[in-house]
C-alpha cells in the first residue's frame, strides 16, 4: 500500500510516501509558522522524488493534533482536498502516537507536547498500547502522574516537552523529538481504521472573536 503522510501539527512541516517497509521519498522543514506556504510545494516535490504520480497514492495520513492550531488545520485541510481530488481514503493519526511510535524502548512511554501557560499536551504509551487518552495536564498534575509510573516500571519521556516533566521523573530517559516523523505517520496510517479524519482539539485556542 503506497501512503502518502503529511504532518504539520508542530514546529515542522513534513511530507512522506511509503510503500509497506519501503520509504520512497521524504522530506521535512523545520518552521513554525508558513506551513501553508510551503506544504503544496514540498509535497509535490516528495512525489517526484519518488517517481510516483498523484494517481498512485492508495491512501493519505494526515497529523490531527493535539498541536498548533493553525499548522493541524492546514494540513488536515490539505489532505482532505487531495484525497477528494484523488478519490482516495484519508485517515488521521494523533500526534502524540507517532512520537510514542518512534520509541524502541521497554516500559512506559510517555508523549509530551508544551502547550503553553505550564500546561502539556501528554498520552502514556506501554508498549505499542495508549493505556490513557490524550489529555491536556497542569504540569503539576503530570508530574505526578509520572510519578506514580516511575515507581511501577521503566518510563521514557519523548516529544517536544518532555523536557519540563523530566526533572520529575530523574531515573527516566528522555529521547528528544521536535515533530513527528512522516515515515512513522505513514506506517499507523495504513493499518488504521477507515474513519474520516477531525481535529483533535484540546484547549480552545487562543485567538478569540471580540465581544459585540
Known sequence: MIVLAIDTCLAACSVAIVDGNEILARASEAMTRGHQERLAPLTRDVMQAAGLDFAAIDRIGVTV?????????????????????????????????????????????????DAGRERVFVQIFEGDTAIVAPDSLDIHTAAARLAELV?????????PGAALLS????????????????????????????IPPRPLYLRAPDARPKAA
Open 65 to 113: 493534533g493535539p498541536g498548533s492550531f493553525t499548522g493541524l488545520r492546514v494540513g488536515l485541510a490539505f489532505a482532505k482536498g487531495l484525497a477528494l481530488a484523488l478519490d482516495r481514503p484519508c485517515v488521521g493519526v494523533g500526534c502524540l502516537d507517532a512520537l510514542s511510535s518512534a520509541l524502541a524502548t521497554e516500559g512506559f512511554r510517555v508523549a509530551v507536547i
Open 151 to 159: 515507581q511501577t516500571g521503566e518510563l521514557t519521556l519523548t516529544g
Open 167 to 194: 526533572s520529575v521523573a530523574p531515573g527516566a530517559r528522555v529521547i528528544a523529538q521536535d515533530a513527528a516523523s512522516p515515515v512513522l505517520v505513514a506506517k499507523l496510517a495504513a493499518r488504521a481504521p477507515l
